[in-house]
């Protein structure tokens, strides 16, 4: 069996280890006098080693450790009515204020007069100042992002708008029509403008988000939809704001490619807009049930449309691929992921 310590040799190991402490820390006795105190609590408040040993921690300084709420806390540490481990309270001796978390801790020896207290303190000053310069930075550019998306908002009215007027002019059909699919080209922008500005999060919820840009442009290209249906089956991925722009305006294109084309003299007909994740990838299908054919498919030539969803489809990394046939074409986008990824 060991021999039992000295008190007087744990006491100063104890002490030795409080000064060497690279927390700033206070020991107090039961009257909150300052026994001894840790190098680098002088060192953090400027304070002198000798003129802190044997006063009370409420007269050090200029007074201003004389607080209410450092009072509270170690009256009620003291009582064994509560252990305070982080406790913020402001240091009101410079300005501005500096912000400390406090911890105390009774240390009850048995006898009475042996009641000591740990005092730990933690300067957060310049740890709060960030907070909340971060915040007030995110605060103003959220007023600034609101401002740019009201601004794009009005933009791309004005430009559906003269758009719209000019193709009430032109006296050429092909013009009128050119003049039409880029006014139907801007209100699909302004569509995914409207949604991405919805979103308070970094994701963006596909089905909703397909939906909704589909009822837009149901509802500026088709003029009875009891005949023509466009539906949206997509599964629950979010995705990050500029790949959902990028499939945004895929689903655009080749949802106005097929109200054009596929259901001439006013056929009935379906467009159904797929999206789904799968193991290797994901895979973005618009397909309709209209009079599309292998060989209209092959003899036609690449209009504008296909160019801008095969860019598209080439800065998502993925492939494009066209399946024609009787009813019906399909129009396939699919990523696959590298072995890598």
Not at 58 to 66: I, P, S, V
Not at 158 to 172: E, G, N, P, T
Not at 305 to 323: D, M, Y
Request: charged share 20%; aromatic share 4%; net charge negative.
């Amino acid at each position: 069996m060991n021999p039992p310590v000295h008190p007087d040799f744990a006491y100063g190991l104890a002490l030795a280890i409080l000064t060497s402490s690279a927390a700033p820390a206070l020991l107090l006795d039961g009257d909150f006098t300052v026994i001894a105190g840790s190098t680098s609590f002088y060192r953090a408040f400027g304070l002198d080693p000798s003129r802190v040993s044997g006063q009370s921690v409420f007269a050090l300084g200029a007074g201003e450790w004389n607080v209410p709420q450092l009072r509270s806390l170690l009256g009620a540490t003291l009582s064994g009515h509560a252990r305070i481990e982080a406790y913020e309270m402001d240091l009101k001796g410079e300005a501005p204020p500096r912000r400390l978390v406090l911890g105390a801790q009774k240390l009850d020896y048995g006898e009475a007069d042996h009641v000591r207290l740990l005092l730990t303190i933690s300067d957060v000053t310049e740890a709060r100042l960030s907070v909340k310069l971060k915040d007030d930075l995110l605060r103003e550019k959220a007023i600034l992002l609101q401002e740019l998306q009201h601004r794009v908002a009005n933009s791309l009215q004005i430009i559906a708008s003269v758009l719209m007027q000019s193709a009430r002019r032109v006296q050429s059909d092909e013009a009128r029509g050119h003049l039409h699919d880029a006014h139907n080209r801007v209100m699909s922008i302004a569509t995914l403008q409207q949604q991405l500005a919805a979103s308070r999060l970094g994701k963006v919820e596909l089905r909703e988000y397909l939906t909704q840009l589909c009822k837009s442009l149901g509802a500026s290209m088709i003029h009875d939809h009891d005949k023509v249906l466009i539906v949206v089956t997509a599964d629950g991925t979010s995705v990050n704001a500029d790949i959902s722009v990028s499939l945004g305006l895929i689903v655009t294109e080749l949802v106005i490619n097929a109200l054009k084309h596929a259901f001439p003299g006013g056929r009935d007909g379906r467009i159904l807009v797929d999206y789904h994740m799968h193991d290797v990838g994901w895979t973005l299908s618009v397909s309709d049930n209209g009079i599309g054919t292998p060989e209209t498919l092959a003899d036609a030539k690449p209009g504008l449309g296909t160019s801008i969803v095969e860019a598209l489809a080439s800065q998502l990394h993925a492939t494009v691929e066209t399946e024609g046939g009787y009813p019906g074409t399909t129009v396939s986008v699919t990523h696959t992921k590298s072995p890598s990824s």
